[in-house]
């Protein structure tokens, strides 16, 4: 159909809103808690800030529910819109508790950003919001006077992830994609920021730091950079900077991952055990099947995951070699995922000498604070490598960052132990690309391995259904919580609707692992 937008002719498409037609036309309509990733097939449509309002035929609409119809003539810059906007934008704040220096979103805070494009000088007077913080989560604080009720984490709750938990801490995996996804400073990460600190300043401690495969790939956004520039270099020497003792890498752990995996799964193959064997390495959805799928936990590797294999590791044998007692020695995870923080807590993950085989784990954002605050300047650092040690690894770990990473590495290695010799024609191009659920075959020792690859927990939740019910059967199965995998982490740079830069990091992540 013929609209006009401002204007200007434009073809729209039937049954499409008036928002998604202006984007397609490179027409900008400020929103705040509207939230469109189709890749991800996540919509929030919830309507409720009224930011924006456009005019079509005269009268004030919202441009994020309203279709648009043959002939309509749309106005999205006139005063009437802008003041529309602006009292929108001013309502929210006039309840917002306004915080913003001390807030941990500020300058990355989406309402901040409105009020900011909107010049807005004054804030209205209001009846506020209850203060109320939920500190009891051990990953994540909801604090519900910065809540602008946008229905945001309600909907990737409960229906990317289909845990729709009533609140935070109850029935939460702490996959924090309800964080990831939050406009303003209502839910965020629980800081452990003020304990590294306090380890680094003990002389009588040895702090080793581990970094996951994705952070660097997504550092680097947090300083200016673009998506999925490697910054390893820079990383390794900013973390020197501040003063860890030893810099290594998580994907040495990923490694082991793989070759535990890899054995576990030809020892249940050749023996008879249960199938499908699930990966072991994303807590969220560990904890998603303890809550929802019981009866699978037997399916499930029993390997640790890559960070907590790393810190066990480095509390027995790394100590050992260095010669360090090992109750001196604090390890840090520098963890795209706030799930990793109640994972370290958990009592089963700790050893009765030597306590927690991971102390403190932080996320992206606070490792980027923790290097603004000891005034380095990222861009202009020197490369440098990782300590030796448990600081090598191969492209296997380092692919774990991105959905499809980890069975790709563990088939790899069970192919390479059948046939005695390594996949160099195997790539699992199967496993890439945005679907939700991904299969691939292999053909090795004689037989037909299938496996299969999630994303998300309502994904999850699918595929699970489908084994129990007969309707797919698989060998291997690798399911991460997250969009796109580790990439797409709740503890990373936030990148609102934008989901081409996940995919930037997943990209340079493969390119990264040579997968």
Not at 164 to 179: E, H, K, L, S
Not at 198 to 209: G, H, M, Q, S, T
Not at 467 to 495: F, L, N, W
Request: charge should be neutral.
């Amino acid at each position: 159909m013929k609209i006009k937008i401002n204007g200007i002719k434009i073809q729209a498409q039937e049954g499409k809103t008036i928002l998604e037609t202006a984007k397609e036309a490179g027409i900008d309509i400020p929103t705040l808690c509207h939230l469109n990733l189709h890749e991800i097939n996540l919509i929030n449509n919830a309507a409720v800030c009224g930011v924006c309002k456009v005019e079509a035929g005269g009268a004030l609409v919202k441009a994020c529910t309203t279709e648009v119809l043959p002939g309509m003539e749309i106005c999205t810059n006139t005063e009437k819109t802008r003041s529309a906007r602006k009292s929108a934008v001013e309502n929210i704040l006039a309840n917002h508790h306004s915080d913003c220096l001390t807030c941990e979103r500020n300058l990355t805070c989406e309402l901040q950003r409105l009020a900011s494009e909107m010049r807005i000088s004054k804030i209205p007077e209001g009846e506020g919001r209850e203060r109320k913080t939920t500190g009891n989560n051990p990953s994540i604080v909801y604090r519900s006077e910065r809540c602008i009720e946008c229905k945001r984490c309600e909907t990737v709750c409960g229906k990317l992830q289909t845990v729709n938990a009533p609140q935070i801490g109850t029935d939460c995996t702490f996959c924090a994609q309800c964080v990831a996804v939050c406009p303003t400073g209502a839910l965020t990460e629980k800081s452990s920021i003020s304990k590294v600190r306090e380890a680094l300043n003990d002389p009588e401690k040895y702090v080793v730091v581990q970094t996951a495969p994705s952070i660097r790939v997504s550092l680097g956004e947090l300083f200016g950079l673009p998506a999925g520039l490697r910054v390893t270099g820079k990383m390794v020497t900013a973390l020197r900077r501040i003063g860890f003792d030893r810099i290594l890498d998580t994907a040495f752990g990923a490694d082991v991952t793989v070759t535990e995996e890899a054995a576990e799964f030809l020892h249940r193959l050749e023996s008879g055990g249960r199938l499908p064997i699930i990966t072991s390495c994303c807590p969220a959805w560990v904890r998603f099947a303890e809550q929802e799928f019981p009866e699978s936990l037997t399916l499930l590797s029993s390997c640790k995951s890559p960070h907590q294999i790393f810190g066990a590791l480095a509390k027995s044998y790394l100590a050992e070699r260095l010669g360090i007692d090992p109750k001196k020695m604090v390890v840090v995870s520098v963890m795209p995922c706030l799930a990793k923080k109640y994972e370290a807590a958990k009592e089963e993950l700790s050893h009765p000498q030597h306590g927690r085989d991971v102390d403190y784990v932080i996320s992206t954002r606070e490792l980027a604070l923790m290097m603004k605050e000891s005034c380095i300047d990222f861009e202009a650092l020197p490369n440098s490598k990782f300590d030796t040690i448990m600081g090598e690894s191969t492209g296997a770990g380092v692919g774990f960052g991105t959905t499809g990473g980890v069975i790709t590495a563990v088939m790899r290695t069970v192919y390479a132990r059948l046939e005695g010799k390594p996949p160099s024609d195997i790539d699992f191009k199967e496993l890439r690309g945005p679907e939700g659920i991904r299969e691939v075959k292999l053909q090795t020792g004689g037989r037909e391995i299938a496996a299969a690859v999630a994303y998300g927990l309502g994904n999850a939740r699918r595929l699970l259904e489908n084994i129990r019910d007969g309707k797919a059967e698989y060998h291997a199965v690798e399911i991460m919580a997250c969009p796109a995998g580790c990439v797409g982490g709740g503890g990373q740079p936030y990148y609102g609707s934008d989901f081409d830069v996940v995919k930037a990091r997943s990209d340079a992540l493969r390119r990264a692992a040579g997968v």
